[in-house]
Every structure is written in structure tokens, then in C-alpha cells.
């Protein structure tokens, strides 16, 4: 079995790198149901693989797009998208010489959001003694799981600290110490690392093992934004956005203020208050909608004689004329009914143009089920329920619905 030496990491020597060149050690064609990549071993490589809870590098090898990097012990593996040469040979070879370009807006962004994650977790173990149990940094995504909660004081201040460590401009160091001297030397770890440890020094604020690329300086960071808080028993996720990604989520924030001061007529700091306003204003008319709902069906059952069997009405639905109801106001209804009236009660919301929904009734013995399957034997209709009472809708005239009614309590009646 081949032995396949370990990958030289030429991220750990220029995080700022974008090209490289490399010899082939291996080239695998992985074949999938639906789609196959190549699966390639360099001498050496750029790009980082996913690894320490951040996603791997994006780019190209030989101008195929890298879809994938992955760490397998000490070697680490590409998945390459590509098809065979133009004279039918595979794209890539053991001893074959490469040129990779990694995608460097994709790769800083990483770097930024990595390095701002260093910087909270090492305010909040320095502070309040947590340890960072948990992180993600995908293309959207990035968070932190501390083992202890954080207040919205302790936010804040870990927010406005953070960003002032970005405002000194420290430069960020990343190297392999001696056995000798990491002996001497307090730093953070998630887990126990079995070989050489890499360590990233944020001088006053972090020292941590950490195997990814990091800026050279915090002001390369630009922004820190804690965008989100989850607070659980065992401590606190915070979703944290960095630089470039910090910069375009303002931006469509204050897009979105600046939307709502429009609509709401009020300055963007004023907001809260004018949407407020609104929800007030809302409220007011949602109980005089109920107050009309309420006088219409009282004034429906009404115009109903006392002595009427099996009841049945038609009015507007609520998105049709001032004098229509909604499902609750169309419920209470044909409960009144069907402690007025007996047999059949329901009400058929809506209008002969969109069709109409509907509630059933029934009373004594009568089963409303028995009324339904006779409207969606006529009428097409759609709904169901218990045998008080069924609900649907019916895309038909009040003419068609008022004539398979009929035809129904005829049809029950002889049953």
C-alpha cells in the first residue's frame, strides 16, 4: 500500500498567499450516483481544509474550482471538479505538476471572522473565566458557544471592548513553539493535540492553539458584531459577523430602517415609536372590525324567522365588501344559529367571482358530515370536520350552492 507523505501547509508560512504550485501524489476519480469530482493529493498546498470548526478554502486547481478540503490525518485532500482532457485523458495525474489560486475575498473573510472570534473568546475567558466549548465559521454563518452566561451589560461591553483591540491595530502572531517554550506558555485549547501545536498570540487579549489562517494585524478586522444571542442552561450561543460580512449586514439593516422611517413617517432613530404607533393604531381598528362583526352577525341571525329549518346564509368574506366577517365572526354565527334553528345552520362566506368558504352546522341528530360529502358530490366542494360541525371552501355561484342544498337535504332526508 502507498504511503502518502504529509502535506506541506504553505497557509501556515503566508496566510496572504494566493498562488502556488504543486506536485501530484495521487488522483482519485470519485464517481457518484448523480455528480464525481476528482479527489487529488499534492506535495503541498494553500488551501486550507475544514478544520477547527471553519469551512475549507474555495478556488482552483489548474482552473478546475476546488469544491471541497479535507484533512485525513496529516495529508490533506481536494475535491476537484473536473472532466477529462480534450484528447480523452483524466485531468490530473501521480507526478503531474499543478498550479492552484486560492479564492482570496472567500479566504480574508474567513481570516476576518476567525480572528474577531479570538478576540471575544479571549475577552470572555480573561473576564468572566468561560471557556469557548463551541464554534462554527461557515460562509454565513459564525458562532460561539461559552460554557457561562453573558447579561446585556457583559455584551455590550465584550462588543465595545473587542472592536477597541481592533482600533489598536495589534499584530497577530501564529507559530509553532518549541517544546521548550510551550511548556512555559498558559494558552487556550478546545481539545488535547496530539503533535506539533500551532499557537495565535492576540497580545493583551489571546493566546490559543489554532491551526487556521488569521490576519496580520486587528485592524485588518474592521468591525466585530455580536448580531444575535441564544441563552441556554449551560450557557450562551453568541452569532458573531466580522469585517466584510459585519459591513454588508449594517448595510441592509439601514437599508431596512431607512424603509420603515419611510413607511412609518418617522426618523430612522424613531422608528420603534412610530412602529408603535402603528401597532396601536392596528389594534383599535381590529376591535372595531370585531365590534361591526358583531353587529352584522347579530343583525344576520336576526333576519332569520324564529321558526326556520335548516338555515343557511351568504355574505361577503372578509377581504370582500365593509359589511363582510371573518372565520371567528362566521363561526359565532353559525353557532347562534344552531341554538335558534333546528336541522342544518351554515354560513358561506365570500362572493360568486372567488368562491366561498363555509361553515356547517348541525343539531339534534343530524350529521353535518352527511351535508359535506353532498356539496363535494355537486359542487366540487374541499373540507371536512365532525359530525357538529365541518368547514371548506367551494368555488361556486350562490345559485349552484343554494340549488346542491336543495338537492342534498332532499337526498338525506329520503336516506
Same mark, same amino acid.
Given at each position: 500500500?502507498?504511503?502518502? *507523505?504529509?502535506?506541506?501547509?504553505?497557509?501556515?508560512?503566508?496566510?496572504?498567499?494566493?498562488?502556488?504550485? %504543486?506536485?501530484?501524489? &495521487?488522483?482519485?476519480?470519485?464517481?457518484?450516483? #448523480?455528480? $464525481?469530482?476528482?479527489?487529488?493529493?499534492?506535495?503541498?498546498?494553500?488551501?486550507?481544509?475544514?478544520?477547527?470548526?471553519?469551512?475549507?478554502?474555495?478556488?482552483?486547481?489548474?482552473?478546475?474550482?476546488?469544491?471541497?478540503?479535507?484533512?485525513?490525518?496529516?495529508?490533506?485532500?481536494?475535491?476537484?471538479?473536473?472532466?477529462?482532457?480534450?484528447?480523452?485523458?483524466?485531468?490530473?495525474?501521480?507526478?503531474?505538476?499543478?498550479?492552484?489560486?486560492?479564492?482570496?475575498?472567500?479566504?480574508?473573510?474567513?481570516?476576518?471572522?476567525?480572528?474577531?472570534?479570538?478576540?471575544?473568546?479571549?475577552?470572555?475567558?480573561?473576564?468572566?473565566?468561560?471557556?469557548?466549548?463551541?464554534?462554527?465559521?461557515?460562509?454565513?454563518? /459564525?458562532?460561539?458557544?461559552?460554557?457561562? *452566561?453573558? @447579561?446585556?451589560?457583559?455584551?455590550?461591553?465584550?462588543?465595545?471592548?473587542?472592536?477597541?483591540?481592533?482600533?489598536?491595530?495589534?499584530?497577530?502572531?501564529?507559530?509553532?513553539?518549541?517544546?521548550?517554550?510551550?511548556?512555559?506558555?498558559?494558552?487556550?485549547? #478546545?481539545?488535547?493535540?496530539?503533535?506539533?501545536?500551532?499557537? /495565535?498570540?492576540?497580545?493583551?487579549?489571546?493566546?490559543?492553539?489554532?491551526?487556521?489562517?488569521?490576519?496580520?494585524?486587528?485592524?485588518?478586522?474592521?468591525?466585530?458584531?455580536?448580531?444575535?444571542?441564544?441563552?441556554?442552561?449551560? =450557557?450562551?450561543?453568541?452569532?458573531?459577523?466580522?469585517?466584510?460580512?459585519?459591513?454588508?449586514?449594517?448595510? @441592509?439593516?439601514?437599508?431596512?430602517?431607512?424603509?420603515?422611517?419611510?413607511?412609518?413617517?418617522?426618523?430612522?432613530?424613531?422608528?420603534?415609536?412610530?412602529?408603535?404607533?402603528?401597532?396601536?393604531?392596528?389594534?383599535?381598528?381590529?376591535?372595531?372590525?370585531? %365590534?361591526?362583526?358583531?353587529?352584522? !352577525?347579530?343583525?344576520?341571525?336576526?333576519?332569520?324567522?324564529?321558526?326556520?329549518?335548516?338555515?343557511?346564509?351568504?355574505?361577503?368574506?372578509?377581504?370582500?365588501?365593509?359589511?363582510?366577517?371573518?372565520?371567528?365572526?362566521?363561526?359565532?354565527?353559525?353557532?347562534?344559529?344552531?341554538?335558534?334553528? *333546528?336541522?342544518?345552520?351554515?354560513?358561506?362566506?365570500?362572493?360568486?367571482? !372567488?368562491?366561498?368558504?363555509?361553515?356547517?352546522?348541525? !343539531?339534534?341528530?343530524?350529521?353535518?358530515?352527511?351535508?359535506?360529502?353532498?356539496? #363535494?358530490?355537486?359542487?366540487?366542494?374541499?373540507? =371536512?370536520?365532525?359530525?357538529?360541525?365541518?368547514?371548506?371552501?367551494?368555488?361556486?355561484?350562490?345559485?349552484?350552492?343554494?340549488?346542491?342544498?336543495?338537492?342534498?337535504?332532499?337526498?338525506? &332526508?329520503? $336516506?
Amino acid at each position: 500500500m502507498l504511503t502518502i *507523505p504529509e502535506t506541506d501547509k504553505l497557509f501556515d508560512i503566508d496566510a496572504y498567499a494566493t498562488d502556488f504550485t %504543486a506536485s501530484v501524489l &495521487s488522483a482519485e476519480l470519485i464517481e457518484k450516483k #448523480k455528480s $464525481s469530482h476528482w479527489e487529488i493529493v499534492l506535495d503541498r498546498t494553500l488551501f486550507f481544509p475544514e478544520e477547527g470548526g471553519q469551512t475549507p478554502d474555495t478556488g482552483t486547481i489548474d482552473g478546475c474550482p476546488v469544491i471541497d478540503v479535507q484533512l485525513d490525518g496529516n495529508v490533506i485532500r481536494h475535491s476537484v471538479k473536473a472532466g477529462k482532457t480534450e484528447d480523452g485523458q483524466p485531468p490530473f495525474k501521480a507526478g503531474q505538476n499543478v498550479r492552484g489560486q486560492v479564492d482570496f475575498a472567500h479566504r480574508f473573510s474567513n481570516m476576518q471572522n476567525h480572528s474577531g472570534e479570538h478576540i471575544l473568546s479571549g475577552l470572555v475567558h480573561n473576564r468572566f473565566g468561560y471557556d469557548n466549548v463551541g464554534f462554527h465559521l461557515s460562509d454565513n454563518t /459564525v458562532t460561539l458557544d461559552f460554557n457561562g *452566561p453573558l @447579561t446585556d451589560g457583559d455584551i455590550l461591553w465584550l462588543e465595545q471592548t473587542a472592536n477597541r483591540v481592533v482600533w489598536d491595530n495589534r499584530e497577530i502572531r501564529g507559530w509553532y513553539p518549541e517544546p521548550e517554550e510551550l511548556q512555559a506558555i498558559e494558552y487556550r485549547s #478546545k481539545k488535547e493535540i496530539d503533535g506539533p501545536l500551532r499557537l /495565535v498570540e492576540i497580545p493583551g487579549v489571546d493566546m490559543c492553539a489554532c491551526c487556521a489562517p488569521h490576519v496580520r494585524k486587528t485592524g485588518e478586522i474592521g468591525l466585530i458584531k455580536v448580531i444575535r444571542t441564544l441563552r441556554e442552561r449551560s =450557557g450562551i450561543r453568541l452569532t458573531i459577523l466580522c469585517g466584510s460580512r459585519a459591513l454588508a449586514y449594517m448595510q @441592509t439593516l439601514q437599508k431596512a430602517a431607512e424603509d420603515v422611517s419611510h413607511l412609518t413617517n418617522m426618523p430612522r432613530e424613531e422608528i420603534a415609536a412610530g412602529t408603535s404607533r402603528i401597532l396601536d393604531e392596528n389594534e383599535r381598528l381590529r376591535q372595531r372590525e370585531a %365590534a361591526l362583526e358583531s353587529a352584522v !352577525t347579530d343583525a344576520l341571525a336576526a333576519s332569520v324567522p324564529a321558526d326556520q329549518q335548516d338555515v343557511f346564509l351568504f355574505t361577503e368574506g372578509a377581504d370582500g365588501s365593509s359589511a363582510g366577517i371573518g372565520n371567528v365572526a362566521q363561526r359565532r354565527l353559525v353557532n347562534t344559529l344552531c341554538e335558534r334553528h *333546528p336541522g342544518y345552520c351554515g354560513v358561506f362566506a365570500g362572493n360568486d367571482e !372567488t368562491g366561498y368558504r363555509y361553515i356547517i352546522g348541525a !343539531t339534534g341528530t343530524d350529521d353535518a358530515r352527511a351535508l359535506n360529502a353532498c356539496l #363535494k358530490k355537486y359542487c366540487g366542494a374541499r373540507g =371536512g370536520g365532525k359530525p357538529a360541525m365541518v368547514q371548506g371552501s367551494v368555488q361556486s355561484t350562490q345559485e349552484e350552492i343554494e340549488t346542491a342544498l336543495r338537492k342534498s337535504l332532499y337526498e338525506i &332526508s329520503e $336516506s
